[in-house]
DNA sequence: CCAAATGTTAACAATTTTGTTAACTTTGTC
DNA sequence: GACAAAGTTAACAAAATTGTTAACATTTGG
């Protein structure tokens, strides 16, 4: 007995416009049927695929968290040059984030809702978290390229300014005025301030 | 004829709780029901003061704006030395994040509701931070305190690390194995961190 | 090509949530 | 203390949203 295909089409088609209202539009509050019309298909077949609104959300929530867990274990434990490696990080993730603004936004209220399961961090990934990328981050600091704050500080001001940015998107551009030409080329230079702002040489 | 007075003890617990469950507790899915329920009255009061569930939402939304307009007029502002305009600012804003850690969030939010209005950006603040505040960033970049960066960058850099880490908390004590006292500890010795790493002397 | 499995749809039912109304209670004022 | 205004409540009505079902369509394997 062959392994049973159902229709990847359809279903992927809708977990990705999920991704795309709930990640991209930002709009956390959608309906069943707002999914289903972006999506182009009849709204039961959510509930074919899915069973219920709950657990199609819970597959969307999961896939999120694994490629935030991706993005650290990179970070972690790629064997790069330390600043070319935080180099890419910051351009993966402002791109990412540029896609996706609203991903940690949908992860952040879908923990906050009373009965979410809260994820456990993998323990590999701590490992690495608090073993050789935190030597490296600390050679960094005796070598006098970085400033002196811990591994755990400078890991979360590396995520704040990489992502807040676009989590905060229309707020950012409400200040400076934006519209979507000079957000995006805003975006594009933060890059390298972000740089400037962390390493000690010109 | 004197005028009206409503009674703004009920009106007011109403509200109040209304920001701690979305700012406080991050319920941005919150029901009126569950809103009534803990400000301990009944359903209806908030349809008798409010007429509506969106409009308690916009009140409270505007509430959540005027109080990113005050934060961001002082520091645009504020005639102080600059270090020390700089640390009261990340001071307060880092406290006031740990009370609401999801006002931004809950902004954000609604901001991304189709049929929310935008607000507008006070003018003179916009006017206080091209002028007077980009003069004062771009004095400390030419003393050598501040690296190279643009007044732009350099406020969304400081908002990102000062908001960030509270918008994200779950996500924060997850990646570090953080209880809720480890969590508070970490974020007190983050205003020192985000310090050392703006500026640039010892 | 036929039959079984899979996919799709519209209609319906159940549930959840919001909004309204009318009766009742409290408060302030004369 | 009587009266009017404001405040409060439970019950009901309306709307929105989700979940289910049964009929229909399409695909696939023999």
Redesign the interface.
């Known amino acids: 007995m062959a392994t049973k295909e159902r229709n990847l089409q359809t279903e992927e088609r809708i977990k990705q416009t999920a991704k795309q209202v709930f990640f991209a539009?930002?709009?956390?509050?959608a309906t069943t049927q707002e999914i289903a019309d972006q999506a182009g298909v009849n709204r039961a077949l959510i509930n074919y695929y899915f069973r219920s609104r709950d657990l199609l959300f819970q597959q969307v929530l999961q896939d999120a968290m694994s490629s935030?867990y991706d993005k650290?274990h990179l970070l972690f434990t790629a064997k790069m040059d330390f600043r070319a490696k935080i180099e890419e990080f910051i351009d993966t993730e402002i791109n990412r984030m540029a896609a996706y603004p609203?991903l940690?936004?949908f992860?952040?209220?879908e923990?906050?809702?009373g009965d979410a399961l809260?994820?456990?961090?993998p323990d590999h990934l701590?490992q690495a978290?608090l073993g050789p990328f935190s030597e490296e981050v600390q050679a960094e600091v005796r070598k006098g390229t970085l400033?002196?704050?811990?591994t755990?500080?400078f890991?979360?001001?590396l995520?704040?300014?990489t992502?807040?940015?676009m989590?905060?998107?229309?707020?950012?551009k409400?200040?400076?005025?934006h519209d979507e030409a000079a957000y995006e080329q805003?975006l594009q230079?933060?890059k390298q301030?972000?740089l400037?702002?962390?390493f000690?040489q010109e």
């Open positions: 539009q930002g709009h956390l509050h935030l650290l609203y940690e936004t992860v952040i209220a923990l906050n809702r809260a994820p456990r961090f701590r978290l400033a002196a704050v811990t755990e500080h890991i979360i001001n995520m704040s300014m992502a807040y940015p989590l905060a998107k229309p707020i950012v409400m200040i400076f005025n805003s230079a933060l301030q972000i400037r702002l962390i000690r």
